[in-house]
């Protein structure tokens, strides 16, 4: 086996989601969730990025730095299977995993000196980004593929069933109500603590949000307070 390599980050990843908890679980789901991928100084020359205006989607191989270290668990316990049931790491998009690394499909917005603006992330602000790759839909989009218990995207309501009452929307402001909206029509509650009764929170884009289930089951938000 040859020797080990040291990974460095080559960016910062600029997000709305100030922790774990909010955070879509896949890349896409939200696209209204954006964010910057900010060169580090040694890697933000124009030159490191000639030509990727010639694609829509890139890449981004990221990191869990706010992950606990690995505990060694050959297994973990899927949301999408209700938290119980238990696979093998290797056979899950869990960030729990040996070396803490993350893909993320997103759409390239526009391009700055030394950043690149992008949509549809799925990670927490100042998340490490170790490599940029142009997305390839000739060979990397397979129609055919199968996925089993994960072939469909996750069960979400619809946005408008979200409710922000006016006071709350007009301190957050149109832009980051409407994220809002689109984070809370996702299931963010873990299967074993989904109580109807029960408030939760997040921060985002620099708001601390708490909801719970409304009348009709959907996310009602609740309070709303400066980060």
Known sequence: MSEAKTLRPVAVLRTPFAEKFGVPRQSGLVPEAEGRVEFLPEFAAPEFTRGIEAFSHVWLLTG?????????????????????????????RSPNRPNGLGLSLVR????????????????????????????????????????????????????????????????LGATTAALVRQILRLELRPAYQAESARAYGMTIAGWNVRWQAGPNGAPLVCAVDRA
């Open 108 to 171: 390239l917005l526009g391009i700055e000196p030394g950043v690149l603006r992008v949509a549809g992330v799925d990670a927490v602000d100042g998340t490490p980004v170790f490599d940029v790759k142009p997305y390839l839909p000739w060979c990397e989009a397979q129609p055919q593929a199968t996925a089993d218990w994960a072939q469909a995207a996750p069960i979400a309501c619809d946005a408008d069933a979200v409710t922000i009452p006016f006071e709350f929307a007009e301190r």
């Open 64 to 92: 869990f730095h706010e992950n606990p270290p690995w505990t060694g668990s050959a297994v973990v316990r899927p949301p999408r299977l209700g938290g119980n049931e238990r696979v093998g790491v290797f056979a899950s």
